[in-house]
């Protein structure tokens, strides 16, 4: 049993979780949309494109792990 001024204390807590799970979804469907993040499958094919035209696609990626 809890007393009359604790009633709603599980509520206030729960309320908080539900806001930051959909404070997370949103921030990850902005991340989703950013344009310029792309995962290396996406990149692999990728045409290449000079003023003048497509002169190669992407083959494979270096990546600097440190950097």
Known sequence: MLLPRYADYGSATSARAEVDAA???TEARQRDN???LR???AVLGHPIEASD???AHVQGLL???ES
């Open 23 to 25: 404070q997370a979804r």
């Open 34 to 36: 950013d344009p310029h």
């Open 39 to 41: 995962t290396c499958k």
């Open 53 to 55: 035209g497509e002169i």
């Open 63 to 65: 990546v600097d792990e």
